[in-house]
């Protein structure tokens, strides 16, 4: 199976702080591939650097998106702030990055969209009213407006109710089961992650400590894995 993310010894400073220390990790496609560790850790410098937003310090990365014409044109993404506009419309937040992604048939799209996340009826209502697990859905379809290749999430279900925490489950699995996506997941939310991963990479300390396939979270719970990867820090 082919690698659609290959990170090779990457390292990221701040100043005197190492965050990142020497990672090597390979992503394949079609994976849901989730990513675990502490607070501090450094799981979101490091998809901060696959994001284009930081610089590593040392180290190489590669992104094999099969369209090489615009690499972030193939990469869908939720951070920790959602990127909307609170006094536009739902419509009108989609439109706002339809136009930057310069989409053929825009408003279809857009149309197509709201009705796959349950948000038609609240076409025309502004970001700002909608509750949190809506907000969400919507910074999701904005996420994956241009059908990207690679969807790169950072605790996206932190804080929602079960009923939309099942809901986005689904929709990833449905998602990457479309054919060559790929998902990477940021997340504290272990429980979550064990039901959709098909692989998983714990960072503790800027550093790769264990990596686990679909077999090895059949076997074991993915909660034991996490505590026995640092036993170290607390022995």
């Not at 082919?2 to 990221?12: A, G, T």
């Not at 040392?58 to 869908?76: A, E, P």
């Not at 349950?118 to 910074?139: F, P």
């Not at 999701?140 to 790169?152: D, M």
Request: hydrophobic letters at 40%; one cysteine or more.
């Amino acid at each position: 199976m082919s690698n659609i993310i290959e990170l090779q010894d990457l390292c990221k400073e701040f100043k005197d702080k190492r965050v990142l220390d020497n990672i090597s990790l390979k992503i394949p496609v079609g994976s849901i591939f989730g990513l675990i560790g502490p607070n501090g850790a450094g799981k979101t410098t490091l998809i901060r650097i696959l994001l284009g937003l930081y610089r590593p310090s040392s180290g190489s990365f590669i992104i094999n998106t099969q369209h090489k014409d615009g690499i972030k044109k193939n990469i869908g993404f939720m951070l920790h702030s959602t990127g909307l506009y609170p006094a536009l419309t739902c419509y009108e937040n989609l439109a706002l990055y339809a136009r930057i992604y310069r989409l053929d048939k825009e408003k279809e799209r857009i149309e197509d969209l709201l009705e796959l996340v349950g948000l038609q009826e609240y076409r025309d209502e502004k970001a700002q009213i909608l509750s949190k697990g809506m907000r969400q859905k919507l910074v999701l379809a904005r996420a994956i407006l241009h059908n990207p290749e690679l969807l790169i999430l950072d605790e996206p279900t932190v804080g929602l109710e079960v009923e939309i925490k099942v809901w986005f489950r689904n929709f990833i699995s449905d998602y990457v089961s479309e054919g060559k996506k790929t998902v990477l997941i940021s997340s504290h939310e272990l429980s979550e992650l064990e039901k959709i991963c098909t692989d998983i990479a714990i960072l503790r300390k800027g550093k790769i400590v264990k990596e686990y396939n679909k077999v090895d979270l059949m076997e074991t719970s993915l909660e034991e894995l996490y505590l026995k990867s640092g036993e170290s820090d607390w022995q």
